[in-house]
């Protein structure tokens, strides 16, 4: 293989690529030029650093890498049974508990890709960005590169990398997605296993019984609902477990501004409070359920989660979408309405041979039982949850 054609430009701005390449290399149903240019303009550059990969053949733009670099904290984002061991290896090498990393793909996003032409050699053009990062990677003092979440699909010509430039795959949390075969709400419900269905009716019956709500669906909001989204969210985000990214206020007023973005409200109907939120993009066929907000001081009766999940699924079919993307949390309550896991790999390489090697050992015996107590659970009660 001819690998010398290829190669690859940092670039710091996503507004440094012509937009015919990002309109080529990025679209739907995946994120766009408008997503990255978002990241650049949200002010998280306190956790992340930004760059973009411009793969070249022949001197000529034929690919957009996204890449990123973070000061990992991976006790934060390590399995339990890796914790162990990091532990002990952190007595010798201290650093370990803080690895700044490069990252192929997108802090906030569930699933990453390469876009490429169509016409380019898809090995070659990942060899020459792999490369590319090994040198960028030593210039920026990251010991650790990360392929971060990519899919199935991606598979074959990743693992082929590996082999290639000593990388070691590690499985990722699951993406989580419900596909509709009609734009019928009893469909959606009859393609459900018969318990889960009877259950997932009985919350929402329960939860109308106790609170009157309404939905609105939002693009585009104005300061004051905006500054209650935002209040909701972070009260999420402080419960949440697992913290990968810190998202700001600017992140939600950037974001709101494109086209593709809807906010899924709910009020309370007497006060006409915000008490619920999630925060949707429209990528063609599929909705993508990105972040949620709910007031948690509200009694756990209301069964919130639920009603915003059927406020998605409502918006979704009202709008002909096939499928509700929801990302990679809340495994329990997903599984409970519907959603099929959906596999996500990580493809690794550190550059000290003896912790890439210890790194690797460890991930051959993860899987997503020990990456999440909830999901373990699920997966031993309800077998055959995999897409």
Known sequence: MNLVPYEVEFLKRSTQIPNGLWDTCFHVPGEGRWWYEALDQSGIDDQFTFFYGLIKHLGCPVGIAPIFTMDVPVEQVAPHEFLRLLRLVGKIVPSVFYQRTLFVGSPVLDESRVGLISHVNRRAALLAVQVALEKKAAEIRAPLIVWKDFPESSSADLNWLAQQRRLFRVISFPNTMVEFASHRKEDYFAAMKGSRRRKLKTKLRRSRELV?????????PDTKTLDDIFGLFWQTYEKSVTKFERLNRKFFEVVAEKQATHFIVLREEVTREMIAFMLCFDMGERMINMFIGIDYKRPKEWMLFFRLWEAAVDLALSRGFTAIVSGRSAY??????????????????HSNILLHTIYGIVAQRIDWASLDEALARFLKAHPGCTS
């Open 212 to 220: 009157a709500l309404s939905v609105e669906i939002i693009q585009r």
């Open 332 to 349: 329990e309550a997903k599984i409970e309405t519907g959603h099929k896991l959906v596999p996500l790999n990580n493809y690794c390489r």
